[in-house]
């Protein structure tokens, strides 16, 4: 009797565009093993709104974000009124003390104030919005908002998971715009922004799109021609086309990484691509306080700081982030960071910190979070030194 072939390892949309970004991110999506699900409120949607179920959202999300904006607002106002106030009668030192204490009201509002702005900004680009269809023929991603293909006829929703058996391919997007009439389906997945990274359309996300038009068309037998890639917060991004050879395409990654994952869960690490971790999020470094896990497994922090990061990189990648050294030339610039490094390696400057990818794979993932970190350090160096 012939047995019968064994099944492909099941491996998630997300941890299959993981490894299209970066073999490392791969691995630790396949061994976390969970997909990031959205929390789901109670709550009924209010019809008069509109038929369409996210503006009515968007409209809740407004009316529970306006206080926490409002009392940053108020209480700003009143601190900047006072500061003006002690100026006005030449009280310079209790102005300058007040406009001192105003830093935690600032730092803490900014938050509030600024999810607040986005919310508005996207019911204003609802209202403003007009009905753009995407173009029949096109090799190239077109710059979209959400709204236009609202407006357009696609129905925004919620799907379950997507399960291909044969291949060994499950998940789901994080969101399917519908158009009932033509059967064609648009599967949108967020984009996060952090640290000032711009919507792009990368191959980790091509990828993921790919991935996800062959789930559907498996499941639902719908015409997947278009996917989107959005920033959540905006709503603005990319409709990209997906192309049949882009779909087989990730047949052929998702059997490539099967492979990998099929030999158990212990994975060396291997050298990123160039930039995949600079804005990755499994390399930011955090504090000590959030734990790293791996399904029921918290690990052990791997912590580092600046001066351990500073030795992966060389003089030039500095330079490239220190505005100062632009004008110094390539023999000034080497002569001053050589010195700035022996500094920093005798500078005692908690708190350590850790990353996801670090604690698994025990290194440090050279995150954008440290350029902002190293340019502080180098202008207390040149303070310092008198550079």
């Not at 440290?370 to 008198?386: D, G, I, N, P, V």
């Amino acid at each position: 009797m012939v047995d019968p072939t064994p099944a492909p390892p099941m491996i998630n949309v997300r941890t299959l565009a993981a490894f299209g970004h970066c073999p490392n991110a791969g691995r630790i999506s396949h061994l976390q093993a969970a997909d990031d699900e959205e929390p789901i409120y109670d709550r009924v949607a209010n019809l008069s709104y509109t038929p369409k179920f996210e503006y009515a959202y968007l409209l809740e999300r407004e009316r529970r974000c306006r206080f926490p904006a409002l009392y940053w607002t108020v209480l700003i106002g009143a601190e900047l009124m006072f500061v003006w106030l002690m100026f006005s009668t030449g009280r310079w030192g209790y102005a300058v003390s007040l406009l001192a204490a105003m830093a935690p009201s600032v730092y803490f509002s900014r938050f509030d104030l600024y999810e607040y702005w986005c919310i508005c900004r996207q019911i204003l680009d609802y209202w403003t919005a007009s009905t753009r269809p995407l173009p029949e023929c096109t090799d190239h991603p077109v710059a979209i908002d959400w709204w236009s293909l609202v407006k357009s006829g696609f129905t925004p929703g919620k799907t379950g998971d997507y399960v291909h058996s044969e291949l060994g391919l499950r998940g789901k997007p994080w969101r399917l715009l519908k158009d009932e009439q033509s059967r064609q389906r648009l599967p949108a997945i967020k984009h996060k922004a952090f640290f000032g990274n711009r919507v792009a359309v990368t191959p980790s996300y091509r990828l993921h799109l790919a991935a996800c038009a062959v789930l559907i068309e498996y499941q639902e037998g719908a015409t997947v021609d278009w996917g989107v890639v959005v920033d959540s917060r905006t709503l603005t991004g990319y409709a990209v086309p997906i192309t049949a050879q882009e779909k087989g395409w990730a047949v052929e990654r998702l059997r490539e990484y099967q492979k990998l994952v099929s030999d158990g869960h212990r994975f060396p690490k291997e050298n990123p691509p160039a930039g995949a971790c600079r804005f990755c999020e499994l390399a930011y470094p955090r504090l000590e306080d959030t734990a790293t896990k791996l399904g029921e497994q918290s690990l052990t922090p791997h912590l580092y700081n600046l001066a351990d990061v500073l030795p992966t990189l060389d003089n030039k990648q500095l330079a490239e982030q220190i505005p100062e050294l632009k004008g110094a030339g390539e023999i000034g610039a080497t002569h001053i960071l050589g010195e700035f490094r022996v500094w920093v390696s005798g500078w005692k400057k908690p708190p350590n910190r850790h990353s996801t990818c670090g604690d698994v794979f025990v290194w440090q993932p050279p995150h954008t979070f440290w350029e902002s970190q190293w340019l502080k350090a180098y202008r207390k160096f040149k303070t310092r030194f008198h550079r």
